[in-house]
């Protein structure tokens, strides 16, 4: 492993102490010179210190695993198997002439019987096949939090992606519903015998000036209303002429001036008495009127 090995993976053996000596003097040095590697260490330990609080399985990094595998597999070393020896019992006869010369004998033949026991190790190998589970210890410990971690985020993605499914439908049949209900009120006006129907169009017709005269020509007596009339220009007036009926010329039968309605009238002007009308018309004069019309008549009736 090179001194700017600090990846994810060599920062998690060694802070579970999976290195070799020589790896770990050498992320050490790499630690030291290197604020970005140090960072990572203070995340992977936090991760570890993280997951540590949960408890689903999950598969380490491959590179991880492959690593730790092959760890194990240096550590494993094959142990010695130990046979008893056999014990060989004593002769009676040696005990008994060894007991009529009055001195003990001991038959070196002779060996106490040895209880069976289960597979003997050297304390060196007992310690390191207890390292080596230690040293996996935190792997396993920090697998069994991972897992549990991604679990749980696997879980909390899958309630939120539910949530918005759900969420989402209630959407939509509220929409359909309100939908429903305004294409039902639509037929319904549309159908109803009851429902008022009006036709609409843009008036695009001004109204037209009208003018209505009352005339008694035993009398001499007028009366004029005009409705609608247009604006005048500056110093001009609306005439109204009494067109006799003998072919007489027209007669001056009064002037006005609309107000800002178009209204006007003419009430009672001096006539001669017993002229009859053939018809009556309006033109447009100077100021003070005219003794004879100015063309054109702007309205006329008979």
């Known amino acids: ?69 092959k760890r194990i597999a240096r550590e494993r070393k094959p142990v010695p198997f130990q046979q008893p020896a056999k014990a060989v019992p004593a002769t009676p006869f040696a005990g008994y002439a060894a007991q009529a010369s009055g001195f003990a004998v001991r038959n070196e033949n002779y060996q106490e019987p040895v209880a069976p ?50 969420r989402n439908m ?52 007028l009366t004029f209303i005009g409705n609608n009339l247009e604006p005048l220009q500056p110093y001009k007036t609306y005439e109204l002429w009494l067109i006799p009926a003998d072919g007489r010329d027209p007669i001056p039968a009064g002037t006005f001036k609309p107000d800002e309605h178009g209204n006007a009238n003419v009430l009672m002007p001096e006539l001669p008495r017993g002229i009859a009308a053939k018809a ?8 003070g009127g005219a003794q004879s019309p100015t063309m054109p008549i702007v309205l006329a009736g008979a």
């Open 117 to 166: 026991r289960a597979i003997r190790r050297s304390a060196p190998e007992e310690e390191e096949r207890r390292n080596g589970f230690a040293a996996a210890m935190p792997f396993v410990s920090w697998a069994l939090a991972a897992g549990m971690g991604f679990a749980a985020f696997y879980q909390y993605n899958e309630r939120i992606d539910t949530e918005n499914k759900m």
């Open 170 to 221: 209630s959407a939509e049949m509220a929409q359909m519903q309100a939908q429903t209900h305004e294409a039902t009120a639509v037929l319904q006006t549309l159908t109803d015998p009851a429902a008022q129907r009006v036709t609409l169009t843009k008036d695009s017709t001004p109204p037209v000036p009208t003018g209505k005269a009352a005339y008694m020509p035993d009398k001499g007596m």
């Open 280 to 287: 009556f018309g309006v033109t447009i004069e100077d100021d």
């Open 1 to 69: 492993m090179s001194t700017y090995d600090t990846s994810m993976e060599t920062l998690a053996l060694y802070t579970m102490g999976l290195l070799d000596p020589e790896e770990r003097a050498a992320v050490d040095a790499q630690l030291r010179i290197s604020a970005a590697a140090r960072e990572e260490l203070a995340l992977v330990t936090g991760d570890l210190a993280a997951f540590a609080l949960t408890a689903d399985m999950h598969s380490p990094a491959a590179l991880m695993r492959q690593r730790l595998l």
